[in-house]
């Protein structure tokens, strides 16, 4: 049964998306260019955070520091994985399908991994379904709401659809919290955040047009990593 803090969360990301569309479509090419480097650049600011906040987080000691080794191999394998099952060409084609948007996947992917891919995420939604607290995401959404006006105002019908990841992903969460709440200890959340935040580099890498790099297809590494975490911690 979905809580309803998830709910309002993908309610939220809906409004905003729906907000960004209609704001968007009187945005001149230029104020578009200007929007997408300002993003770029608080992506790359993120996507350090995230990645590197672990590392130099005083109060963390090994293992509770990110393994750059397993994040690597867990890219690897998840990006030929990607790459096999061309997971980012397969969000272009539904794009096509529904409305032949190119920005479909960028925004889907990009938005996606903003809004599910971090501690804020993991542990409001195992708390939830460990205690029954719901503010951490009930704040959460609030910040969606706003990040996913401005995303959709530049990836349009992408980010929209996101809410539907947000749902599935969150929803899963709470649910099985009593099995994932693994993931709140400090070996797992450290590298999923790390990883997170390296694929949210990439988007700002993209973003600000240095390298076209499919993030879409490095999305199984996050699946990937909680099991290179605990085949590592058993050997």
Not at 43 to 48: E, K, N, R, V
Not at 107 to 135: E, H, R
Not at 180 to 206: K, N
Request: with cysteine; charged share 15%; glycine share 10%.
């Amino acid at each position: 049964m979905l809580h309803y803090a998830t709910i309002v969360n993908t309610i939220a990301v809906i409004i905003g998306s729906l907000f960004g569309i209609w704001m968007g479509k009187g945005l001149s090419e230029k104020m578009r260019k200007m929007m997408f480097t300002s993003i770029g650049l608080v992506s790359l600011a993120i996507g350090m955070s995230m990645t590197l906040k672990p590392l130099l987080d005083e109060n963390l000691s090994y293992p509770g520091k990110p393994d750059f080794l397993l994040i690597l191999l867990s890219l690897l394998f998840g990006g030929l994985i990607g790459e096999y099952f061309e997971i980012e060409n397969s969000l272009e084609n539904l794009a096509k399908k529904v409305g032949g948007e190119g920005n479909f996947a960028k925004g889907f992917v990009t938005a996606s991994l903003l809004f599910t891919i971090g501690p804020m995420t993991i542990i409001g939604c195992l708390n939830i379904g460990l205690q029954g607290d719901a503010n951490l995401i009930l704040v959460k959404s609030f910040m969606d709401m706003i990040s996913s006006s401005i995303l959709a105002s530049l990836y349009g019908m992408g980010v929209l659809f996101s809410a539907v990841w947000v749902l599935l992903f969150q929803g899963l969460l709470v649910s099985f919290a009593n099995s994932l709440r693994f993931l709140a200890e400090p070996i797992y959340l450290a590298d999923l955040t790390s990883l997170g935040g390296l694929l949210v580099l990439a988007i700002g890498i993209r973003l600000l047009e240095i390298k076209d790099i499919k993030v879409g297809n490095f999305l199984p590494a996050l699946v990937i990593i909680p099991m290179v975490d605990y085949i590592y911690s058993i050997i």
